[in-house]
């Protein structure tokens, strides 16, 4: 987005519903005031009507087209009086402008309006469309040279003044009626004079928008765009998010202060062009060689004296030598196309001497440098800047970069973002006119249809219905819905095809434009039903026709990442989001002790690493160091935080693209070095954790440690109030809960958008392998593992062993085990029966004390992978390798025998402890429907005899003896059961029915 380009806010009033009757008569006479960057726009006022419909479009300029997303609209409602007193307030929105949608993508949105304190009556929403426009930038003022667009520019401009001229009289003679007949229009007199003035100044900024203005723009340094950023800037544009949002993402390395990272010190030559006094040039390329003890570099070739302007990074710590050397060549082609190289001259630098610059200082200027020793006559002259800066540097990101290979792309930072994605709803209403056969066909008697849509690779079909062939028609129903994944850009066309399973033949096909399918963002108006004419082969041009109901769905959230994982939660639509609540900051500082993952030259083991980290759709990629074992990044990235309660994925790999791998020429596969995950709700807001973390990945052979990764983590949140607010909204949007997807429905959704995900970055340049985000949103977690079955029935045990826990005290207690305990309890019990009102009050403080006594022991670092909560090193050779194993297996039948006998015994202890909990259920509710009518016959006796009996007795009689009974010495007790607990036990549950 140009910064030179115009912006307005168009924001359309539609209506309102159930508003609070505020005028003492049961109604309300409503009108909005929209408050927008300092300028204020009203409504007419609809007289008493609790759901007045407006349909008026309200338009703002926006000053600051950067500064958008962090401005509010506000949208207040009040009841006029009409009588010049102060109007009445009836409920007010605020929408944060990072939600606006460009022109085109508006959509109708019910916003519930919200109290102005905590006192305020406030009911009923407003539907608005909000949505913002881009105009052309205005074109530089003209030269000389341009009379003809100078005098058209003039002439505009002189119809423009008439026309404000005209509006003024006509505000002038409005004005004389108004005085002349007060009640004409008591909606302009109500109307507060700062918006008229406010509303005139918007006129006058309109109107003087053709006349140019120079603007001194001097941005940051480290807002610099960059060739790389562009590049990743043209990709995401088919993802449909603003430049605005792809200017913040692109730049986030340059404009964050690099605090919870170390700079790194580099080298930096920027070599720009040579000047050559020699007079032979014909048919020569030049090129400049920089040499820093073993490092060697050359500039690309150029001829007819074109510039280099290129920057060369080196790393500090890699250097082996003091000194620089920068050469001119010359290469020329000689006899039989032989290469004639010639040196021009060689300009030395000592590194000692070399300037340190730190932004935000300007550039340092390239100067002239005489080279000397050359082997032409003539002088030759370079210019170059050398200098040492960090990582911060904005020349930084396009330098050739010796750490990291040079200028290969596969090595390179980048910025990466999920396509959005819909849900496509697909509702199958009915066919009409079906054409089962015609001409030599051999009609069904009662033929089976069902309809099978497409969209792209994903494949649903409808229940099949029997109709009847004996007319020449058939009207078939099903309604039902099939819901699909759609990311943008989305498939050119839906295709539906009512099929006859009993031939096996398509009755036809009716293909659906993407492009025509309506949104919708709640479930407040439904989608509407169209027609669609069904075609078959050449003969058949109509073979019927089938009514459906289509609409993306923007009020979901679409999973693409395992549910207890996932890092976003907000809906589709734009216009749904909320505001962020804070923001993550995540330094990648570097590792050390990594692991050889594969061989170099045939002699050595070596390490390529880089990492990636994803949350929310944004997923960032550092630059793969080369050859390192202990490898440093000192990168830092940023993200916006809408829910504390999601999870931040941190993975290391070795790279395997930047090279042509194979006999073949296929590009290698990137290799796991591990995995972290941080959970935000675990960390202290505006606070820094820095760390060193284990990689740990599961291999065949069993677990392995990889290295270890240091990383630094922060949460800055500036509103406790939102923070706390975010814990008592919903974790999913609204949708989910009124129109809820089945469980195993959203589950092959979930895997469908994995894909998605999957193909959509696999094609990004540079790619980020299918491997990788397959590893990072975990989408291997719904297969079968031994070692995860253990995990997970290890935590179910270690959350029953604190009820283990309790009884086993209770049973102490009632043992006798610590008599003075046990003495305490009859007192407390005592103390109980007299005071009851004191039962709940001493429970939650003693609640209050134990958890606040618990807080010192508190986690102090980020919780992450835990190797020993997931067994992996508690597990067999054989239990690995069948994780590993694909699906369908691949192993051989004796070795499946084994699996299989071995998930038999397991799961027969598991049905039988499934079996246990059900009977136990199944015994207490045969005391009610007389399945023992003899065991049912004594509890209807005991309930009576019961009733009488605490009719004569205190309930606090009966709790102090019942308590003195179960507290009672062992030399009382009996060693048997007691008469409830075998009563309970004989009950009749259902097992002895199942076969």
Request: with cysteine.
């Amino acid at each position: 987005m140009a910064e030179s380009c115009s912006r307005k806010l168009s924001v359309e009033i539609c209506n309102a519903k159930n508003l609070m009757p505020k005028d003492g008569q049961g109604t309300a006479s409503a009108y909005v005031v929209v408050d927008f960057d300092g300028q204020r726009r009203r409504t007419q006022t609809k007289s008493r009507d609790l759901n007045p419909q407006w349909d008026e479009k309200l338009e703002f300029l926006v000053h600051d087209v950067a500064a958008m997303p962090s401005q509010v609209l506000q949208i207040i409602v009040y009841n006029d009086k009409m009588s010049g007193k102060r109007s009445t307030f009836l409920g007010k929105v605020k929408i944060s402008g990072s939600t606006f949608t460009k022109t085109g993508s508006e959509s109708l949105v019910y916003y519930p309006l919200e109290k102005r304190s905590v006192f305020s009556q406030i009911k009923g929403e407003i539907g608005l469309k909000v949505w913002f426009v881009d105009e052309e930038p205005v074109p530089p003022p003209p030269t000389e040279g341009d009379k003809k667009v100078e005098a058209a520019t003039e002439t505009n401009v002189e119809e423009k003044k008439l026309d404000k001229a005209k509006t003024v009289e006509e505000e002038k003679k409005a004005e004389e009626v108004k005085k002349e007949d007060p009640g004409t229009d008591t909606k302009e007199a109500s109307k507060p004079e700062e918006a008229k003035v406010e509303e005139a100044a918007a006129v006058a900024t309109t109107t003087t928008t053709t006349t140019p203005v120079p603007v001194v723009e001097n941005p940051p340094v480290a807002e610099k765009p960059k060739p790389e950023e562009k590049a990743v800037t043209e990709k995401r544009v088919n993802l449909n998010v603003t430049d605005l949002e792809l200017r913040r993402l692109g730049s986030d390395r340059g404009r964050t202060a690099y605090d919870l990272v170390d700079p790194m010190p580099f080298l930096f030559v920027r070599v720009l062009k040579a000047k050559r006094g020699d007079k032979d040039q014909a048919d020569t390329s030049v090129y400049a060689k920089l040499v820093i003890g073993t490092h060697s570099i050359n500039t690309r070739k150029q001829t007819d004296n074109k510039d280099w302007d290129q920057v060369f990074a080196f790393d500090k710590e890699g250097l082996n030598s003091t000194s620089l050397e920068v050469s001119v060549c010359v290469e020329k082609k000689g006899a039989e196309e032989s290469v004639i190289e010639s040196s021009l001259g060689t300009v030395s630098f000592d590194l000692l001497e070399v300037p340190k610059r730190v932004p935000p200082d300007s550039p340092l200027a390239p100067q002239w440098y005489t080279l000397e020793g050359g082997s032409v006559d003539g002088t030759t002259d370079v210019m170059l800047a050398v200098w040492i800066g960090t990582q911060v540097d904005e020349a930084f990101q396009e330098a050739w970069q010796s750490d990291s290979g040079g200028l290969v792309p596969e090595t390179r930072a980048k910025v990466y973002l999920s396509p959005k994605l819909w849900y496509l709803r697909l509702t199958v209403i009915q066919a009409q006119d079906l054409q089962l056969g015609s001409g030599s066909d051999i009609k069904v008697k009662n033929p089976d249809l069902y309809v099978k849509a497409q969209l792209g690779p994903q494949l649903f079909k409808t229940s099949r219905t029997t109709v009847s062939s004996s007319s020449s028609s058939s009207n078939p129903t099903w309604n039902e819905d099939l819901v699909f994944v759609a990311a943008e850009p989305f498939e050119p066309f839906l295709v539906i095809n009512v099929e006859d399973l009993s031939n096996g033949r398509t009755v036809g096909q009716a293909k659906v434009h993407m492009s025509s399918i309506d949104r919708r963002n709640d479930d407040k108006s439904e989608a509407r039903s169209r027609w669609f004419n069904l075609v078959g082969d050449e003969t058949r041009p109509y073979t019927g026709r089938v009514h459906v109901r289509l609409c993306l769905e923007g009020g979901y959230h679409v999973l693409d990442e395992a549910a207890h994982v996932t890092s976003d939660v907000r809906p589709t639509a734009k216009q749904l989001s909320k505001p962020p609540i804070g923001l993550l900051e995540v330094g990648i500082r570097g590792a050390t002790n990594l692991l050889p993952v594969k061989t170099a030259d045939g002699t050595r083991g070596t390490t390529d690493a880089y990492v990636v980290a994803k949350y929310g759709p944004k997923w960032i990629r550092t630059r793969t160091i080369l050859d390192r074992f202990n490898p440093q990044w000192n990168e830092q990235y940023t993200w916006d935080v809408y829910d504390p309660c999601t999870v931040l994925t941190i993975g290391v790999f070795d790279n395997g693209r930047y090279k042509r791998g194979g006999d073949e020429g296929k590009p290698g596969k990137d290799v796991r070095l591990g995995k972290l995950r941080v959970r935000l709700s675990t960390l202290d807001a505006n606070r820094v954790y820095t760390g060193s973390y284990y990689l740990t990945v599961l291999l065949p052979g069993g677990a392995k440690k990889m290295g270890e990764i240091e990383i630094a983590v922060k949460f800055s949140c500036s509103s406790w109030l939102c923070l706390i607010q975010a814990y008592a909204s919903p974790m999913l949007p609204r949708m989910h809960y009124v129109r809820p997807l089945g469980p195993s429905q959203q589950d092959i959704l979930r895997h469908t958008a994995m894909r998605i995900v999957t193909a959509r970055l696999s094609r990004s340049e540079p790619a980020l392998g299918q491997e990788v985000v397959q590893f990072m949103l975990d989408s291997d977690t719904h297969m079968w593992s031994m070692r995860r079955s253990k995990a997970n029935w290890f935590r179910v045990a270690g959350c029953l062993s604190r009820a283990a826990t309790l009884a086993r005290w209770l049973d102490g207690i009632r043992t006798w085990v610590h008599p003075p305990t046990t003495i305490l309890v009859h007192v407390l019990l005592v103390a109980i029966v007299l005071c009851p009102h004191l039962v709940l009050p001493t429970i939650f403080m003693y609640a209050f004390l134990v958890i606040t006594l618990r807080f010192r022991y508190r986690q102090r670092v980020p919780i992450t992978m835990d190797p020993r909560l997931s067994h992996v090193e508690a597990v067999g050779p054989d239990e690995l390798d069948e994780e590993f194993d694909g699906f369908p297996t691949t192993r051989s039948p004796d070795q499946v025998r084994i699996r299989y006998d071995r998930l038999r015994a397991l799961a027969g202890r598991a049905q039988t402890l499934l079996g246990d909990v059900a009977a136990q259920g199944e015994r207490l509710e045969a005391l009610f429907n007389w399945r023992d009518p003899r065991a049912t016959g004594i509890f209807v006796v005991v309930c009576l005899l019961a009733s009488l009996v605490f009719y004569v007795i205190p309930f606090k009689a009966f709790v102090l003896g019942s308590g003195f009974y179960y507290l009672r010495h062992p030399r009382f007790r009996y060693d048997m059961p007691s008469v409830p607990v075998n009563f309970f036990r004989r009950l009749p549950p259902l097992s002895d029915q199942i076969l």
